[in-house]
């Protein structure tokens, strides 16, 4: 069973920016793709953004297109998403997933029944 554990979220004013991190208990953390999705007050969990086990490809929600950035060092067992630009509609907590090893992703990398393993979520909120 794999652990994600998220750090990085907090409170910042809109236009700035933060990095999220979700570290993995498996050191085979190479072999799983990985996501983040968020969740708003009274609204469903959302797709932001997802890498590839090889780390190659990458997918983002349009909503985060061009502010956010999503990247792993797999020496470390860490996948990151950084965010620029943040906006108030930004504010949710934001939750790590990856999937079981191997697993393509590129079909339906949104979708949250493809991610088996979940973090607790760390809370982001952008001030206006």
């Known amino acids: 069973q794999v652990q994600l554990v998220e750090s990085g979220g907090g409170l910042v004013q809109a236009g700035g920016s933060l990095r999220l991190s979700c570290a993995a208990s498996?050191?085979?953390?190479?072999?799983?793709?990985a996501g983040w999705f968020r969740q708003a007050p009274g609204k469903e969990r959302e797709f932001v953004a997802a890498v590839s086990w090889t780390g190659l490809s990458t997918y983002y929600a349009d909503s985060v297109k061009g502010r956010f950035t999503i990247s792993r060092d797999n020496a470390k067992n860490t996948v990151y998403l950084q965010m620029t630009s943040l906006k108030p509609e930004d504010t949710a907590v934001y939750y790590c997933t990856a999937t079981k090893p191997l697993r393509s992703i590129a079909n339906s990398y949104s979708t949250e029944r493809l991610y088996d393993y979940w973090g607790q979520g760390t809370q982001v909120t952008v001030s206006s």
């Open positions: 498996e050191r085979s953390f190479t072999a799983y793709a």
